[in-house]
């Protein structure tokens, strides 16, 4: 996510849930250990660091296993910004560990509009995930009805949640094995 030969356009922050020394992890802006679950790591961070609403226009949470290079990530961020999404995630490619069909890319289409995003790697505009963020507070297993919540109180309206398939990312570790999550934002 952090090198390469073109310059990102946004800051990554390695949040990890559990021991880990992140501060020898290069290209990390910052980084900070919030232990016990995915979604309510996430809540705790973001009710702790109220100022990203105020800085960055769109922040995407996207877990440790999703390899993706910054050309893509940034053109995920502008994507998402030039559709005006409340909430976008990129396909993942067809050799990616998914339990979702809908997560899958698409060749045929540039994007899909949808109700649904999968928790692996949301990509919110920063009121969104604002008026959203309750929704990881009581849910200890990383997915399911956040997901719901995220359609129910924030995105009711057809056309402001969509999957990018002409830019997806692979999910390389199956859904449930341990590892720390990190949070990209721009």
């Keep these: 996510w952090s090198s390469s030969e073109i310059d990102r356009t946004y800051d990554i922050a390695g949040i990890a849930y559990e021991d880990l020394n992140l501060e020898s992890s290069q290209g990390l802006d910052f980084t900070e250990t919030i232990k016990g679950a995915k979604s309510p790591g996430y809540y705790q961070w973001i009710q702790d660091n109220q100022w990203i609403f105020e800085k960055y226009d769109y922040i995407g949470l996207f877990d440790d296993d999703i390899q993706a290079n910054t050309f893509t990530l940034n053109a995920l961020f502008e994507y998402t910004k030039t559709l005006n999404l409340s909430v976008s995630q990129p396909a993942l490619t067809s050799d990616s560990w998914s339990g979702l069909l809908i997560t899958k890319q698409h060749r045929s289409f540039v994007h899909r509009w949808t109700n649904f995003a999968e928790i692996m790697c ?16 009581y849910h200890d297993g990383g997915g399911g009805c956040t997901e719901a919540y995220w359609l129910a109180k924030c995105c ?27 949070v990209i934002r721009v």
């Design 156 to 182: 009711p309206v057809l056309g402001k949640i969509a999957i990018i398939d002409a830019l997806p990312v692979k999910h390389t570790r199956q859904s449930g094995l341990e590892g720390s999550g990190f």
């Design 122 to 137: 949301p990509i919110f505009s920063s009121e969104t995930l604002q008026e959203c963020s309750e929704g990881f507070k």
